[in-house]
């Protein structure tokens, strides 16, 4: 039987509540719903959607090199936005951040997120072996 591994991604901030920022199981590592947090300085905060959107990509990167993964073995994302008004700004970004590899992608438009950030990012990938 494999075994569950919890991480949490060494660059970033540790978690301020009871998760981990991936589990990895099968080969597959599942990622925490990122936020835009700036690593390293509490307190700062992006302030356009775009430095939003660069931010929690950035942050997705660190926790699937923890994992042993990286952007081009993803096979799922699911992007909350806090105004489908964004999505325009938002989906430029992400084309930049994935180039030509395109996962399966889920866009779902929410009242608000934690904190008042107006992306969260939430990721499924294989992890190398």
């Known amino acids: 039987m494999r ?28 990622l925490a719903g ?4 700036v690593p390293g300085e509490p307190g700062r905060r992006p302030g356009t959607i775009e430095e939003q959107t660069r931010q929690v990509l950035s942050n997705v990167d660190r926790v699937l090199a923890a994992c042993g993964s990286r952007r081009d073995r993803v096979l799922r994302c699911t992007v909350y936005v806090s105004d489908i ?36 990012v939430e990721v499924t990938a294989a992890v190398d072996e």
Do not use: C, M
């Open 3 to 30: 075994t569950l591994e919890s991480l949490n991604a060494p660059e970033l901030d540790p978690p301020a509540g009871h998760y981990s920022h991936a589990v990895v199981h099968g080969g597959i590592a599942w």
């Open 34 to 37: 990122q936020l835009p947090h």
């Open 85 to 120: 008004a964004h999505w325009p700004a938002v989906n430029k970004v992400y084309a930049e951040f994935f180039g030509e590899h395109r996962p399966a992608r889920s866009v779902v438009p929410v009242n608000e997120l934690h904190h008042g950030y107006a992306i969260e």
